[in-house]
């Protein structure tokens, strides 16, 4: 079976043109198969793409945006760059690589910048975590019934892009078949200048069991690293959160979970609030 319409029509054609070329003109005239070639030739869209308003699933998450990032030194690099991708995405080097420690906002500007490509018209705009991607080509390689679809349906999916936003990248280290995709869609992407942002827990040069044919084109753009945030940044993404539910948290204990040894990443000052807000 084809996997959409389009798919079926075009093969349909293909085969009819070489069949017609196997028996020539004697086809024409052969009884036998006038209703392969009526239903064949009466087929008005053969040609016809599959509609641009066909449902997408993005992976984005409304819930992280620009506007609700909390800047301050550790993150203002990462911060101007995510942007400049999101609003001027057809004149920024191409790709962008975020990379830091777990839990200091890199997710979340890469949800930003999907969504405010979204909001500027861009259709084709995809996040997807380094091992989601890697589950996407296990499953293109052992499709049930039928292999081709599933690999048509998983290129045609990935370069058909506007954008391209991969979370955690350092997880397809030892996934060889996973690096060999990714590098045949970075290249048709890169081609076709659509923009890829990719994310991870360390600097390209620094991953291991990726080939360098990969890590070279992860920094080929714009590197930019996240670090902890300082002490009035973590105050300030508590004061951000504590309003997100509504608590009126006191300057002084927001002070002390932000001094607080414990609280290495943003997750776990979020981790520290609502343990608080629980609390009371």
């Known amino acids: ?125 995809l996040y997807i975590s380094g091992e989601a991607f890697s589950q996407e080509v296990v499953a293109m390689i052992f499709r049930p019934n039928n292999h081709f679809n599933g690999s048509y349906e998983f290129h045609h999916k990935f370069h058909s892009l506007d954008a391209l936003l991969i979370d955690d990248i350092q997880l397809i280290s030892k996934k060889e078949r996973s690096q060999f995709e990714l590098f045949n869609i970075y290249n048709h992407l890169i081609l076709n200048k659509k923009q890829i942002v990719f994310a991870s827990d360390k600097h390209p040069s620094a991953l291991i069991n990726i080939e360098e044919r990969l890590t070279s084109r992860f920094s080929h753009g714009v590197t930019v690293n996240v670090e902890r945030p300082d002490v009035e940044t973590r105050i300030a993404i508590l004061k951000h959160k504590a309003g997100e539910l509504n608590f009126d948290l006191p300057n002084y204990v927001a002070v002390d979970i932000a001094n607080n040894a414990n609280t290495r990443n943003v997750r776990d000052l979020e981790g520290e609030l609502r343990t608080l807000y629980m609390a009371y």
Not at 45 to 74: C, K, M, Y
Request: no cysteine; glycine share 6%; charged share 25%.
């Open 1 to 125: 079976s084809a996997p959409n319409k389009y798919a079926l029509n075009k093969a349909r054609l293909e085969l009819w043109t070489d069949i017609k070329k196997a028996f020539g003109v004697r086809l024409e005239q052969a009884k036998i198969f006038k209703p392969l070639r009526l239903e064949l030739e009466a087929l008005p869209d053969i040609f016809a793409q599959p509609s641009p308003e066909e449902s997408f699933a993005t992976g984005l998450s409304n819930e992280f945006r620009f506007d609700n990032f909390i800047r301050g030194h550790s993150n203002e690099s990462a911060f101007i760059a995510a942007k400049a991708v999101a609003t001027q995405y057809q004149n920024y080097s191409n790709p962008l690589m975020i990379y830091g420690a777990a839990g200091l906002g890199k997710s979340h500007l890469l949800h930003a910048i999907g969504n405010e490509m979204r909001a500027r018209g861009l259709k084709k705009v």
